[in-house]
Each structure stands twice: as C-alpha cells, then as structure tokens.
C-alpha cells in the first residue's frame, strides 16, 4: 500500500461514463484517443498522498494499491470534480469584467477572479457577464485506470 507522505509515481486515464477520454498520461492513450495535445508533455503523474494535490477519488484509490498494481476504479462527482454548484455561477457587472481583462467580454473566454478561482464566460447581455467557476467536469461521475509505477520518500 502507497501510504501518506509518500510520493506516489502513477500513469492513469480519465473517462467519462460514456467512455469517452477526457484526461491521460500515456501519449499512446490520448492519440488512439483523439484528445493529444502537442503542447503537453504524456509522463506519469507525481503527487504526495494525502496533500489533496489531486481529486480526492485517485488519492483515495493510490492508498489501497501496490507498486506495480493496476485497477480501473469509478467515482462519484464528490470524489472526481465535485458536484455542479448553482453557487459558482455569477453574474458580474459587464464594465468591470472588461476594464479588469482589458478586453471585450465574449462567451466562451476564460476569466480568473480576484481569489484566483477560473471560470469560463457562458452569456454576455449589454450590461452583464454570466461566469460559470464550477470544474469543467463537476457533476459528472468519472473512471480512472490507474496503475501504480512506484513510490518513495516519506514524510
């Protein structure tokens, strides 16, 4: 079992319930996949287990599993993104938005707010902007297969 405090070495691939790939670190996997991104580099994934560094549904799983194991494990939205919060959507003056970005507001723009949170801009009225900061994938159940490479250091 890969404890907490260790530093755990892993290749995974994100699915969603219709089987589709939204998230990989094996290039092959996001070829075949349709979902490669030049711009990105495919290596396994590093993350300290139990410093919610990654959803809490990996981290759980990793510290049930043994170097050299691989399992597919299927997650709920609270352990994957998190549930769709009505709460993280708001509506924010249109003039702000713009003098803050310094450029027109259009749907579809990614925008940071002051706490640092990302959101993407889903309707633009004359006066308004509507910005959605929930995870591009909350409210959705996912499944990760994910296969342990090894595991070192320590607390």
Request: hydrophobic letters at 35%; glycine letters at 10%.
């Amino acid at each position: 079992m890969v404890e907490a405090g260790r530093v755990a070495v892993v290749h995974y691939t994100g699915r969603l319930s219709n089987g589709d790939v939204f998230d990989t670190t094996d290039v092959d996997v996001a070829l075949d996949s349709g979902v490669y991104h030049d711009h990105r580099d495919y290596k396994p994934l590093e993350f300290r287990v139990g410093e919610d560094k990654v959803i809490a549904g990996l981290d759980e799983a990793v510290r049930s599993m043994d170097v050299g194991e691989e399992r597919t494990v299927e997650l709920d939205p609270g352990d994957a993104f998190g549930e769709y919060s009505e709460e993280r959507v708001v509506e924010m003056p249109r003039d702000e938005l713009e003098e803050r970005s310094d450029a027109t507001a259009e749907e579809g723009d990614l925008v940071r707010s002051d706490t640092g949170d990302t959101g993407w801009i889903v309707d633009v009225g004359k006066e308004s902007v509507t910005v959605d900061f929930n995870h591009e994938l909350a409210g959705e159940a996912v499944e990760l297969e994910i296969r342990v490479l090894e595991a070192h250091g320590g607390e």
